[in-house]
Nanobody
Framework: QAQLVESGGGLVQAGGSLRLSCVAS????????MGWFRQAPGKEREFVST????????DYADSVKGRFTISRDNAKNAVYLQMSSLKPEDTAVYYC?????????????????WGQGTQVTVSS
């Protein structure tokens, strides 16, 4: 089992940057693919980015490509989401997910474990 704790959210002006972190418990972190999803009020949780277990592959939603970068540090059991050029439409609760598979995961159903989320608010 994995327990995930996100941090790094906050209030930022449009055009600004934030770095989200997600730290996982458990010894099998390096065998889990990880992902970031977000959920805005009144909307479904949507895919943002994913990274394979050994960092060889990444993928992004079209809406964040070129602005967000996902990375991980298996020695620290951590995955990060560097967000730049933030827009008001990026406002959401951001969730970290883990799946017991080496490959990328682009849908919610592929993830077995979730954190509690961290709020990101981008003001115009």
């Amino acid at each position: 089992q994995a327990q995930l704790v996100e941090s790094g959210g906050g209030l930022v002006q449009a055009g600004g940057s934030l770095r989200l972190s997600c730290v996982a418990s458990g010894r099998a972190f390096s065998s889990y693919a990880m992902g970031w999803f977000r959920q805005a009020p009144g909307k479904e949780r949507e895919f943002v980015s994913t990274i394979s277990a050994r960092s060889l592959r990444t993928d992004y939603a079209d809406s964040v490509k070129g602005r967000f970068t996902i990375s991980r540090d298996n020695a620290k059991n951590a995955v990060y989401l560097q967000m730049s050029s933030l827009k008001p439409e990026d406002t959401a609760v951001y969730y970290c997910g883990a799946r017991s598979d080496y490959g990328l995961g682009r849908t919610r159903l592929e993830y077995e474990y979730w954190g509690q989320g961290t709020q990101v608010t981008v003001s115009s």
